[in-house]
């Protein structure tokens, strides 16, 4: 069979796009009130509907939601943060390593406040210069760190305890650092680690001049997200599937490695709204020329959503459906027969900045549907409208199910019966 007549797979992931309705857009949420007729023609076409990606009791992480939406059940087989984002960076953990994940933040007044959990999305350069040097401290401690991208890097403890708790930086914005500094077996030398960094940082070079720029300082780092490595079966395991994943972060690219999805780094990639939108979108249609399915996820919604600015929010969620939306669709017509599950990873609220719980909109699409879609959209793609169509599935993990079933609307109705 042709690369052409096979089906093919696309799952596409607005990280955070979803959120609450805010009185300054009408009551409605950003993705109703912004032009997105990208999506709003596949919603008209397709299957909408609300998915579960956060299991009852855990943490509203992108990890715990992308797992999720890749099929994997995160009660089952999550461990942590940390342990994706070192595959992803080629750091193999031995079974006793814990990793966990080094952000480069900045804290205001007399460093009792998390002002910014990206350190103003300091570029990789900067940050590895700082990472160069704290790098003695932290081995004298019998731990090693690892440089990444922008103010995401890793840190893994060598024999480390578990237990630990921590908390992501980017979920109290604004707020007190004391009562989140990391508390339970090997506290203490994690909390060495950050208020070491405070000296070792505050006059460095690179924050000096970041300060001339009128930029945000890098002056602490904060860890969290830890854990050892999961036992996962690849998408070839469970379902005879090759695969690709496009991301900008290494959260994503390392769960796509357990995944067994083949990495590809575009040129341009950052992570936030100056991302190279463009570039994903054609590295997925050339995957799918060789793979049967393409994970496609693009971080600018959530980081405008932890900026707390609306203005970035509409930016992100138009460039998505515009630059990504528009052109994979069009892509996708050198194939004959194809699927695409379009959904957030989970909510994160302008009016929070943080995570949340609440089931998120998807879309089910296929090649045939598309093919009798009108000229323009009978519906749009909102929160709102995938409530009203009534298809809740209370696990997101069978949304791959879905993605992959023959005949698809057969199993709508066993998918959103829980």
Wanted: net charge negative.
């Amino acid at each position: 069979m042709s690369s052409e007549s096979k089906m093919k797979y696309v799952i596409l992931v607005p990280d955070g796009m979803a959120d609450q309705p805010m009185p300054e857009l009408g009551n409605r949420t950003p993705l109703a009130a912004y032009d997105t007729p990208w999506m709003d023609k596949m919603a008209s076409a397709g299957t909408i509907g609300l998915a579960r990606t956060v299991p009852p009791g855990m943490e509203p992480g992108s990890d715990v939601a992308n797992l999720s939406i890749l099929g994997y059940d995160p009660s089952e087989i999550y461990t942590g943060r940390a342990p994706f984002e070192a595959a992803s960076m080629g750091v193999e953990l031995m079974p006793d390593d814990v990793a966990f994940r080094l952000n480069f933040v900045t804290l205001d007044r007399n460093y009792t406040i998390m002002a910014d959990h990206s350190a103003n999305h300091i570029s990789s350069d900067e940050a590895a210069q700082l990472i160069k040097t704290l790098t003695p401290f932290v081995e004298s401690l019998g731990m090693h760190l690892y440089p990444g991208v922008s103010y995401r890097h890793l840190l893994v403890w060598k024999n480390g305890p578990d237990g630990a708790v921590t908390y992501p930086p980017h979920d109290f914005a604004g707020q007190l650092v004391s009562p989140r500094f990391p508390s339970g077996p090997g506290a203490d030398k994690l909390l060495r680690i950050i208020l070491k960094s405070w000296k070792l940082l505050k006059d460095h070079p690179v924050n000096q001049q970041r300060v001339k720029d009128c930029l945000r300082p890098a002056n602490s780092v904060w860890l969290w997200g830890q854990g050892r490595a999961p036992k996962i079966k690849s998408l070839r395991e469970k379902y005879g599937i090759t695969g690709s994943v496009v991301a900008a972060v290494d959260l994503i690219k390392g769960i796509g490695h357990y995944a067994g999805l083949a990495p590809i780094n575009v040129e341009g990639a950052t992570g936030f709204v100056d991302t190279n939108y463009e570039g994903k979108a054609q590295a997925a249609l050339k995957a799918l020329s060789e793979r049967d399915l393409v994970f496609l996820h693009v971080e600018a919604p959530d980081e405008a959503s932890h900026s707390g600015d609306l203005n970035l929010k509409k930016q992100a969620i138009e460039d998505f459906d515009r630059k990504v939306v528009g052109p994979v669709l069009k892509g996708l017509s050198a194939f004959a027969n194809w699927r695409v599950l379009l959904m957030p990873d989970h909510q994160t609220p302008l009016v929070t900045r943080a995570h949340s719980t609440e089931p998120v909109p998807y879309i089910l699409l296929d090649s045939e549907e598309w093919a009798r879609a009108g000229k323009k959209a009978t519906r749009a793609f909102s929160e709102e409208t995938a409530l009203s169509a009534g298809n809740l599935v209370e696990n997101a993990t069978r949304l791959v199910e879905l993605l992959l079933t023959t005949p698809r609307q057969s199993a709508v109705g066993e998918a959103t019966s829980g």
